[in-house]
């Protein structure tokens, strides 16, 4: 299936001159789609790949109608289709990202990893590609060294219910690493920590999410554990603007830490999203997964000194406009309904 876009003039401001041919796997998704928006409105010429798994066309359904942006349905594991164009950049986001999902089929998680990123290669090779590849901050796994700087090597178990996510992102970090040292490729790995934002699914299955989906609907908040272990959580928009500039970066080598260390525990995000939107729901304390990290910051040391970078956005102002997103498309409550 292939949605070919109406014409439309470019975004303003745009330079024809670094109009660019890119690729974006896993482009409808949560991230995938916040960064395909971000390439478009800059002029260049984006072909989103997806098979819809956990994305939807409906993610970049106000994309297709521009000139420069092409839907198409696809599974990563398989070679790129030759009648795609040549591409200067390949952005590697296809995989699973929620552990409900990673972990409902982790044979195909691990696969998506390892034929995904191989099908990248293989493509970046013949068009003389630059990579970028999503990884995270899982390949730190339940971290023994905090916060989390690139150089630590982590704590993860290989064969726990999180491995087929953390060590599939593991061995992706391994086999693009020495590809683009063997194979003369100039590849760009982004570790990313939690982030959150508009357009993430309602029952996508990760805590932020899920608290603003059951604070709107009057449901319980679902706390696991007793609500003492942290993440640092970090706004979409801040995470794209980290990912361009890491793409453009010159020097820079080896993964960098992208994330918002302004660090949470679990329970207090289930307090402010409760306050937040009002609602009446109870917080409620569910079983802790097995081998859930405790806790998750990022040193962003290095993105500072080589990128610039630092997230802009808080907490409390992205959780308002994640709320206000969820608001907006949850379908609108009864009378009957207790919030
Ligand atoms: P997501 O689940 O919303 O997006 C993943 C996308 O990949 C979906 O559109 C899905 O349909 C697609 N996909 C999955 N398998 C595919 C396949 N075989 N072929 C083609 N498409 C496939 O998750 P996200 O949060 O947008 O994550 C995007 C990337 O960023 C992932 O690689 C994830 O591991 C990484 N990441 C995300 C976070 C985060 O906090 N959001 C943190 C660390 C890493
Ligand atoms: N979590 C929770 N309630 C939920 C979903 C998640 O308490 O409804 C917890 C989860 O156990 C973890 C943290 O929130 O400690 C972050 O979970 P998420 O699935 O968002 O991402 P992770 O960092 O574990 O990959």
Not at 3 to 25: E, N, W, Y
Not at 231 to 245: E, K, Q
Not at 284 to 309: N, Q, S, T, Y
Not at 318 to 335: M, Q, S, V
């Amino acid at each position: 299936m292939i949605f070919l876009a109406q014409p439309d003039a470019p975004a303003s401001g745009t330079d024809l001159r670094a109009r660019k041919s890119i690729a974006v796997t896993g482009g409808a998704g949560f991230l995938g789609s916040h960064l395909c928006r971000a390439l478009v409105d800059r002029g260049h010429d984006v072909v989103c790949l997806d098979n819809f798994h956990t994305g939807s066309a409906s993610n970049v359904e106000d994309l297709c109608a521009r000139a420069n942006f092409t839907l198409f349905a696809h599974d990563a594991t398989l070679p790129f289709p030759d009648t795609l164009p040549r591409f200067d950049e390949i952005w590697n986001l296809a995989c699973p990202a929620s552990p409900v999902h990673y972990q409902s089929d982790r044979v195909r998680t691990l696969l998506v990893c390892c034929d995904g990123a191989r099908r990248v290669i293989e493509r970046a090779r013949t068009d003389g590609a630059a990579v970028f590849h999503a990884s995270t901050s899982e390949v730190y796994g339940d971290p023994e060294v905090h916060p989390q700087r690139e150089d630590y090597v982590g704590h993860v178990n290989p064969i726990g219910p999180r491995a087929c996510y953390d060590e599939g992102k593991r061995f992706v970090e391994a086999l693009l690493t020495d590809a683009a040292e063997q194979y003369g490729i100039r590849l760009r790995m982004a570790r990313i920590f939690n982030t959150y934002g508009p357009r993430m699914h309602p029952d996508d299955g990760r805590v932020v999410s899920n608290f603003v989906v059951q604070a709107l609907r009057g449901e319980d908040l679902t706390v696991y554990g007793d609500g003492t272990q942290t993440r640092s959580f970090c706004y979409v928009d801040d995470l794209v603007a980290g990912f361009l500039a890491l793409m453009a970066a010159e020097t820079v080598s080896g993964p960098v830490n992208l994330g918002n260390p302004a660090e949470i525990p679990v329970e207090h995000l289930a307090e402010t999203v409760v306050e937040m939107t009002g609602s009446r729901s109870a917080i409620v304390h569910r079983p802790l997964p097995v081998h859930d990290p405790r806790r998750r910051r990022p040193d962003i040391g290095r993105a500072l000194a080589e990128l610039g970078w630092r997230p802009r956005i808080g907490l409390r102002e992205g959780l308002e406009r994640t709320i206000h997103d969820f608001e907006t498309r949850l379908a609108p409550r009864t009378p009957a309904d207790p919030v």
